[in-house]
């Protein structure tokens, strides 16, 4: 340790020792009060100084002593004796210190422990060391200090323990526990809430840049941040998402939180809610489910007392066919309705479910009591009993299944005719039903094994019949199959038919299906004897003019045998015909049901086709579901035409493939030689220009060729050649005609219509592409360029202040073949900051009419729920309409212009229009009314009620530059147009309600 003097003090002293005696005791003053200054520093700071020597340590002070439990007057300190005092973990760690410091600078600090030699107490000193050399650099002395820091190791071990503690908590914590500095930092979270934020560690999620707050809360946090460092405790719920997407609702505690430096800062402790969250949101769900539910299914309440008089509801009273005005009604009174033949069985079930049971369920017919009509109910009810079981009153609900009832006799009827047409292909029927252990097998079956009609269908006797070779192999794909570890199997294999013995090969297919109305499994599997396909020689030339899934002609063996005909016609003088066919909808039963059963129609189509033409008569399967028929030796079209025909009715029978009735009609395109032309390339050219034909007509139909055809198709490539080149150069565009309400002339909203620029620059009507929307991929793409315009649109409108109410644009079936296309229009009205309620869709009956009807209900409910408006286009022209407004969220019906358009000088189109309007307003549904070209059509709509309405009387669709001045223009003029005497208006609207 240094002297507390310094050096220019002391050279003076040592200059003038002997020069003057008055120096030298003012020199030995100033050392006494430099001693004492350092004495009373020692202790004030517990400092205690030692000198040491290569002898020891030959000078300390009496803290030195004290501070290491030696006895006063110890005069010499060994370093030995020094290194004992030295707690034994520490010594190596001392002597490397003092070796560093004798080897560096000579100054030496750290930190160890020593063992009081009087207590054996561990102590914790802090020791500064100065080390002096002579001039060969040997050590001489040493001189330092020594200060007791045991309290200060203990309060920094209490601290430690104190943190490891806390952490230890904080870390068992279920909940998230975060903690911000008072700018927003993150500096602490727990590892639950860092898998709760799907984060490795603190560090990944700072850096990451992840904002773990949902957008629309983060304003709600920076004020809750403020709040808190403010000294406020806040409770508030939010919602998160992790790193990997995954989002939670959190519930938060956020308190004050003070640092060690004294500094302020958040603790959030969180909660995952969102188990809760989604049950309150599944129980509210629930609870509007129930009351949808027994709205749309027409449940018919009642409550009945012990007595037997029931109260009743409108709908029950409805649904029985009741006096109007009825609210009360007996047991007996009741039976009146029930059926006789279903009235005894009634009785006596509720009888005994007075007198045992706590719930009763029944089916039964009644006759209605109005109409006469017989109906199907299903009755459900539930008893109340006192405590001593007496009944009190039991509440419960009819239905009417009528509906489901003859759909189950369909479905039996329809079972019946797959059955037949199996027979009178040749197939063999193996019906197993799982569930109740049964089998029926089908005259055909029977008669390919061999077995009496008489003989009861058992497995044993069947497996009898397998060749012994083929045994095991049969049994092991029928337990595959009956065990679910496959769906279908294909096989042959040889049988020794019971009979005679002979041996058979028989081919058989295999599936399993689901009853509609329950869990059991049925197993299928259709026999049919190959014995003759077997054979080698067969077998080859047979695969090689066959298709090898419905084992019809190939397109090899039908032109073979086209040539054939019109080879024989030619030298006859006869005719021969071809029909070119194709399933219509059989690419979406591929895609919704899959392959397996795709296959499987192709197949059930080709033996159909089979089993109604001719037997001269040649059917192929060219490809894909593309079918051909040669029809040779006809005497004209008409035979033709009537062959085509029956096979149209024929095909309307649907298609019942492992209990689900596939709905798969066909087209047609027929030509003849020589009509239609001389070669057998050119009759087929003919035929497939009438299929092409048959399908532009709305399918379903048959089509005999006609010249006029192949430019027909030549337009039709035409148009959608044109609409594709117009998507491609930008070309389509959206023009907009105001919607009017006939109360007061105010513009509503607009309808978007389609437009195209032709490459001169003329605007023309869609009429010239028509045909393009029979192809999906354009149509949609049309779609898709229409709807990104009228968004365009509106948010430069918006941008410019202009109210424009609302835009409708159209979509057909195409759009919603794509099963994000809500999806899609939501996230685009999103991206562009447009409000929904700023956008309708309409659609036409035949979107709901279309394949896919599911995903057009779900595109339209998500469409509706999140504000945009549903239109019914063109209302009253197709059928089903009433239904569709019960399925479909139908907010706005607009009646054809077909119907305004003459309805002042056809009764029956007013009464159409009438009945329309009053529908609307029953419903709550708002009315347009298209197509208004002359006054007097508009002022007859309005005395009617019609809300709104829309053609060339009012405005034009107009471009969209042209819609600013239109808003400010039109509602003046329209509003003069519609100006009705109010004494006028009231006697019309009497007259009309009359």
């Known amino acids: 340790m240094s002297p507390p003097f310094d050096k220019a003090e002391t050279e003076h002293g040592i200059d003038s020792r002997g020069d003057s005696r008055a120096n030298a005791l003012a020199t030995d003053n100033a050392l006494r009060r430099s001693e004492e200054r350092l004495r009373l520093v020692q202790e004030a700071t517990g400092f205690a100084e030692f000198e040491a020597s290569v002898e020891g340590i030959s000078h300390f002070s009496e803290r030195f002593l004290d501070q290491v439990g030696l006895p006063a007057g110890t005069t010499l300190l060994s370093h030995d004796e020094w290194l004992k005092l030295v707690h034994p973990d520490d010594r190596d760690g001392f002597l490397q210190h003092v070796q560093r410091s004798t080897e560096r600078s000579g100054c030496c600090q750290f930190e160890f422990r020593i063992v009081r030699a009087d207590t054996g107490e561990v102590r914790w000193i802090s020791s500064n060391t100065k080390v002096t050399f002579n001039e060969a650099g040997d050590v001489l002395s040493s001189i330092g200090a020594h200060l007791d820091i045991t309290d200060r190791k203990r309060a920094e071990e209490s601290l430690r323990e104190s943190e490891a503690r806390l952490r230890a908590i904080l870390d068992a914590v279920p909940d998230c526990v975060k903690l911000f500095d008072d700018e927003s930092r993150l500096t602490y979270i ?17 850096g990451s840049g992840h904002v773990p707050v949902m957008p629309e809360y983060l304003a709600d946090c920076v004020d809750v941040h403020r709040r808190v460092l403010a000294g406020e405790t806040v409770v508030w719920n939010y919602e998160i998402v992790g790193m990997n997407g995954d989002r939670h609702h959190v519930e938060a505690h956020s308190v004050p939180f003070a640092l060690q430096g004294g500094g302020k800062a958040h603790m959030c402790i969180s909660r995952d809610v969102s188990e809760r969250k989604t049950a309150e949101d599944a129980l509210r769900r629930s609870e509007q489910r129930l009351r949808l539910v027994q709205e749309a299914t027409g449940l018919a309440d009642f409550e009945a007392e012990a007595d037997g008089l029931a109260y009743v509801s409108g709908k029950l009273v409805e649904q029985l066919g009741l006096p109007a005005g009825t609210e009360t009604i007996t047991f007996e009174e009741l039976l009146e309705y029930v059926h006789p033949e279903d009235r005894e069985r009634f009785r006596q079930e509720v009888e005994s479910c007075l007198e045992t049971r706590e719930t009763f369920q029944s089916e039964f017919r009644i006759v209605h009591g109005i109409t006469g009509e017989v109906r199907w109910i299903y009755s459900r009810t539930k008893m109340e009993r006192d405590e001593n079981g007496n009944a009190l009153r039991s509440i419960g609900a009819h239905l009417d299944i009528t509906d489901r009832k003859r759909a189950e006799q369909a479905l039996r009827e329809s079972e019946e005719r797959f059955r037949l047409a199996a027979e009178a292909a040749g197939l063999g029927v193996w019906d197993y039903d799982a569930e109740l252990d049964q089998r029926d097998w089908s005259s055909r079956l029977r008669q390919i094994f061999g077995i009496p009609l008489d003989a009861p269908a058992s497995l044993e006797l069947a497996v009898q019949c397998i060749h012994p070779d083929d045994r095991a192999d049969f049994m092991r794909q029928l337990n595959e199959i009956r065990a679910g570890n496959i769906e279908r199997f294909e096989a042959s294999f040889k049988i020794n038919r019971a009979d005679d013995g002979r041996e058979r090969w028989v081919a058989f297919n295999g599936w399993r299906g689901h009853e509609s109305d329950r869990v059991s499994q049925r197993i299928i599997i259709t026999g049919r004897d190959v014995t003759e396909e077997k054979t080698a020689e067969e077998r080859v030339r047979w695969s090689a003019s066959h298709d090898p899934l419905t084992r019809l002609a190939n397109r090899a063996l039908f032109q073979e045998k086209l040539d054939q005909a019109i080879s024989r016609a030619r030298q006859s003088g006869g005719a021969v015909g071809v029909l070119m066919l194709d399933l219509d909808h059989f690419k979406q039963i591929n895609d919704s049901l899959g392959h397996d059963v795709g296959d499987t129609l192709l197949k059930m189509f080709g033996e159909r086709l089979r089993s109604v033409v001719r037997q001269h008569d040649t059917v192929a399967r060219l490809g894909g579901d593309e079918f051909a028929i040669v029809v040779p030796r006809l005497h004209g079209k008409d035979d033709l035409l009537r062959l085509s025909r029956s096979i149209q009715e024929r095909m309307r029978a649907p298609f019942v493939h492992g209990g689900r009735v596939l709905d798969c009609r066909v087209s047609s395109g027929a030509s003849m030689f020589p009509d239609h032309a001389r070669s057998a390339k050119e009759i087929l050219k003919c035929a497939d220009t009438a299929l092409y034909a048959a399908k532009a007509a709305g399918r379903a139909t048959v089509t005999l060729y006609e010249p006029h055809m192949r430019e027909d198709l030549r337009r039709r490539v035409s148009m959608v050649q044109l609409a594709r080149n117009a998507i491609d150069d930008n070309r389509v565009i959206p023009y907009y005609q105001p919607k009017l309400d006939l109360q007061n002339g105010r513009i509503d909203g607009f309808e978007a219509l389609l437009r195209w620029r032709n ?20 149509a949609a793409a049309i779609s898709d360029r229409m709807i990104d ?23 057909s079936a195409a759009e919603f073949r794509r099963d994000n296309f809500a999806e899609r229009v939501l996230d685009c009205l999103r991206r562009a900051q447009i409000p929904n309620r700023c956008f309708q869709l309409e659609v036409t009956e035949t979107v709901f009419l279309g394949r896919g009807a599911e995903s057009v209900h779900r595109a339209l409910a998500l469409l509706n729920s999140q504000g945009v408006k549903i239109a019914l286009d063109d209302f009253g022209t197709g059928y089903a309409s009433l239904r569709h407004l019960k399925q479909f969220p139908v907010d706005i019906i607009k009646i054809d212009q077909s119907f305004v358009r003459d309805m002042e000088i056809d009764p029956g189109d007013e009464a159409i229009v009438r009945a329309v309007i009053n529908l609307g307003k029953s419903l709550n549904i708002a009315v347009v009314a298209e197509g208004i070209e002359q006054m007097a059509q508009a002022e007859r709509l309005q005395r009617l009620g019609c809300d709104f309405g829309q053609g060339f009387l009012f405005s034009k669709a107009v471009g969209a530059s042209r819609v600013p001045p239109l808003l400010g223009q039109l509602p003046h003029r329209a509003a003069k147009q519609l100006q009705v005497d109010d004494r006028a208006r009231l006697r019309l609207v009497a007259t009309s309600s009359s």
Do not use: K, S
Not at 760 to 778: K, Y
Not at 789 to 811: E, P, Q, S, T, Y
């Open 190 to 206: 727990n590892p639950r809430g860092l898998e709760l934020l799907e984060a490795p560690d603190l560090e990944t999620l700072n």
């Open 789 to 811: 315009r009228v968004i365009a649109d509106m948010r430069g409108w918006l941008d410019r202040g202009i109210v424009f109410g609302h835009v409708a644009v159209n979509a």
């Open 759 to 778: 490459t001169n620059g003329r605007i023309c009507h869609p009429a010239a592409l028509e045909a393009a929307f029979e192809d999906l991929e354009v």
